[in-house]
């Protein structure tokens, strides 16, 4: 007797037919290539169209009530599958309509119709070769799922000469083989093309809509969606340049796909992702294509088409994101980091300029890159990444007011953003304020969610440094060049730390490997710099500073620089004109904070000098030009130097209410200003207990390094020697003579020896007395004679017994 079948013979839906009895999906007539759990799915959501089909409806379907699977995932398998072969949007369905944390619901018309194959309207008995076929699969014959044998197969099976065993043997035979081969084949299909090991080489995009706006704006996109995953490896933009010019082309040459492919070679990637975009009429077609660079095999392509320009960006992101499952990265992982490139920024141009700034700071440093910033949120006001790209730079260019600025408009838009853009938008903000409690969540964060990632363990070196743990920064500096060999950061913090320690081998052999690596940068000369006036490397140091001629936003720092070693050395006519050529060039660079932080810091030399009416005069000029946070932090310290004390407090009391929550000032600076405002009049003991709370810290690098190091302990020297307590006072003078890697050319490490020689003195150690101040005079053998310090250190000499 004739047993119904559920399904509709043939359902059909736009140009689509579903044939239920033979299990295939053709689109006008053609035959489409879908999984049989997909094709379950579709055709349990088509025969119900307009009704909601839960998950749970769906996981029965697939697996039963005792097949236990991650089902969540392969539903969405399935539903991405069954989207991906009838050209479907999840955003906007044409076909099937997703019902958050619900279900699935077919929306097209739907039209029922006869198969052209004959099909059996009964069923075999369970003991026939039908039945074997439906028990293999998990299918109980009359159920939604029962498989229909066309009748020419029957006839043949019923007609053949075999015994019944023999035709049931062969079958499970058969069916055995395929079970396997399926099994193979769903292995092979499944298996990750990639590794969390393995690096990718982003090519330019090939452009042939003729419209310049895609134009490195698509490659950015890519690398903002695909930079956000944890387990995909892209290759950075410095190790792709320092490449390219080993291969002997321009730093920022096009990236063809046949040069990503040598890229990909020689860098020991495994795969160069290319993509392009064209026109269909007013449509855009986006196509990526990741292609293994040692055979050219392609592991992965992806297109989908975009109805106008402004949809570009949200097709590509699409695209990237089926792309990444099928490169090897687990679906939870897509779905936890998957947030569209349309809310880092929906505007081409403004991505565009992005990435010329980015390309920009990477060739020619920091203050070339500003103007395409400041386009990009000229043309997005909400460009989060923008205008932390804006504040790292103006950190990096001793412009902190306006880094801060730039930080709390990005910190206020983090929430539109990737994961990765937020955790870096929260560290730059949180390094900018000076909160250094608040960075430390944000990088255990960052890597657990990005292990591979360097930059956490770089800015973890940083505030270890600051506090003046050299053995922790040193651990994470370390980790972070194992993970970015390439990242020129690791570089600059490696050699700072090497500097402080006083290894001096090792930060030569940091930057020596920079250079081999072709890395640069304007800290990495900065570094040679200190590096040379360490080793007492003269025509070094003045190479760094001829290098620097010309450039703005670095000009004006090894300048500044080497007016310090002037004034180490006594040169203070030398150390004058210097300060004043760091200020004109700060000014030419429209740095005038930067401008004013270089007049302050020669204003707090010329106090330490004893020149009290040069320092104050030039204190009000940088005030004048610029009364930023740093500004004022040194303007209240060389105030206090000179004996304007009753200003300085002013000053201090300003910073300490406009800046209660940032660390460095009230760990380090504030103290010192209270102690030096203590010491003017008078009052070692107050000097000796404001600089109490520094004493963890006061081998420290507070921002901006390497001004104004190594002053607690001078202070505190200079405390204990108004007490008369001489040894107390040669302890804390030695300890700055100790770590020259620390006081660099800041001319306290010469007035240490001064120090040093007045401290053995109160202790009555008159030979080693004499021994300090022949040090200093030594070092001020050619210093300019009229300075106050040096005509009070020559009569105390003369006095000695």
């Known amino acids: 007797m004739a047993v119904p079948a559920r399904h509709p013979v043939v359902i059909r839906f736009g140009a689509f037919e579903l044939d239920a009895a033979d299990g295939e999906l053709r689109k006008s007539g053609i035959l489409l290539k879908l999984h049989p759990q997909p094709l379950r799915v579709l055709l349990l959501l088509a025969e119900r169209p307009g009704e909601i089909v839960t998950r749970e409806e769906i996981r029965r379907c697939l697996w039963g ?10 539903i969405n398998f399935c539903v991405n599958q069954i989207r991906s072969v009838i050209g479907d949007d999840a955003e906007r369905p044409r076909y099937i309509e997703t019902l958050p944390r619900r279900g699935y619901r077919f929306i097209a018309s739907v039209a029922i119709g006869e198969s052209t194959k004959q099909t059996l309207p009964f069923h075999l008995p369970a003991s026939s070769a039908e039945s074997k076929v439906a028990a293999l699969e998990g299918v109980e014959p009359g159920s939604a799922h029962e498989i229909r044998i066309p009748r020419s197969r029957l006839f043949s099976i019923l007609v053949d000469r075999w015994s019944r065993k023999t035709v049931v043997a062969a079958i499970m035979a058969f069916c055995v083989i395929a079970v396997l081969i399926a099994g193979i084949v769903s292995y092979i299909y499944r298996a990750p093309k990639l590794t969390e090991k393995d690096s990718i080489v982003l090519a330019d995009f090939t452009n042939s809509t003729g419209d310049a706006v895609f134009d490195d704006a698509l490659k950015q996109a890519l690398a903002v969606e695909l930079g956000q995953s944890p387990f995909l490896n892209i290759l950075s933009e410095t190790k792709a340049s320092e490449t390219l010019k080993m291969m002997g082309r321009p730093m920022n040459a096009r990236v063809t796909p046949d040069i990503a492919r040598e890229l990909c070679l020689r860098t020991g990637s495994k795969a160069v992702l290319a993509g392009a975009i064209s026109s269909l009429g007013s449509h855009y077609l986006v196509d990526l294509d990741a292609v293994a660079c040692s055979n050219g095999d392609t592991l992965a392509k992806e297109q989908f088409e975009a109805t106008s320009k402004e949809d570009v960006l949200k097709a590509l992101s699409r695209a990237a994101a089926n792309l990444r499952t099928k490169l090897g990265e687990s679906l939870p992982s897509v779905q936890k980091f998957d947030v569209p490139i349309e809310a880092t920024t929906n505007s081409l141009e403004a991505l565009k300029n992005y990435s010329m700034g980015a390309k920009v700071g990477s060739e020619k440093g920091n203050a070339p890159s500003i103007p395409f910033l400041t386009r990009a949120i000229e043309l997005d ?44 938008i929260s560290f730059i903000y949180f390094r900018v304020t000076g909160e250094v409690e608040k960075q430390t969540p944000v990088f255990n964060l960052w890597m657990a969610d990005y292990p591979r990632d360097p930059a956490p363990n770089v800015s973890l070196g940083v505030n270890f440094a600051f506090m003046g743990q050299y053995d922790k920064a040193l651990a994470e500096s370390q980790e972070a060049l194992k993970l970015g060999p390439e990242n020129v950061s690791v570089y600059e913090n490696l050699t700072d730390i090497y500097l402080a320690m006083d290894r001096l081998d090792a930060a030569k052999a940091i930057l020596n490997r920079a250079h081999t690596n072709n890395l640069d940068s304007a800290d990495l000369h900065w570094d040679a710099y200190y590096l040379a006036f360490l080793q007492g490397d003269f025509a070094q140091m003045e190479q760094q500073v001829a290098w620097g001629a010309g450039k703005p936003g670095t000009e004006d720092i090894l300048l500044s620089a080497q007016s310090d070693t002037e004034a180490y050395y006594g040169r203070l006519s030398n150390a004058r004109n210097l300060s004043r050529r760091a200020v004109d060039s700060a000014v030419r660079a429209d740095a005038k904070e930067a401008a004013a932080l270089w007049q302050v810091n020669a204003a707090l030399r010329e106090a330490e000098f004893g020149e009290t009416a040069e320092s104050s005069n030039q204190v009000r000029e940088a005030l004048a030009l610029s009364p930023g946070r740093n500004v004022k932090i040194f303007a209240a310290l060389a105030l206090a130097r000179a004996g304007e ?5 002013a000053i201090a009391n300003e910073l300490e209410k406009d800046y209660s929550s940032n660390t460095v000032l009230k760990l380090y ?11 003017r009049k ?14 963890p810290y006061e081998l420290g690098q507070p921002t901006p390094t390497p001004l104004g190091t190594l002053y607690p302990p001078f202070l505190r020297g200079q405390a204990y020697l108004l007490m008369q307590d001489g040894t107390a006072a040669a302890a804390e003078f030695q300890k700055v003579l100790d770590h020259r890697g620390i006081a660099l050319n800041f001319p306290l490490g010469a007035l240490a020896h001064l120090g040093l020689g007045r401290a053995y003195s109160v202790a009555g150690d008159a030979g080693k007395a004499r021994t300090a101040y022949q040090d200093f005079f030594a070092l001020w053998k050619d210093a300019d004679t009229g300075i106050p310090i040096l005509q009070q250190a020559k009569s105390e000499y003369a006095k000695l017994k």
Request: net charge positive; hydrophobic share 45%; charged share 25%.
């Open 682 to 695: 008078g009052n070692s003991a107050q000097a000796l207990e404001q600089l109490e709370i520094v004493k």
């Open 65 to 74: 009530d005792n097949t236990f699977v991650d089902f969540e995932r392969g």
């Open 645 to 649: 004390t009753a200003q300085a407090r």
């Open 381 to 424: 006001p909400n460009f989060a990444v923008a205008y932390a790209g804006l504040a790292a730079r103006y950190s990096n260019l001793n412009e902190p007011s306006l880094a801060l600025a730039y930080a709390t408009k990005a910190y206020e838009l983090r929430d539109r953003v990737t994961e990765r853009e937020k955790l870096r």
């Open 669 to 679: 600076r504030l103290p010192s200003i209270n102690a030096a405002i203590a010491l």
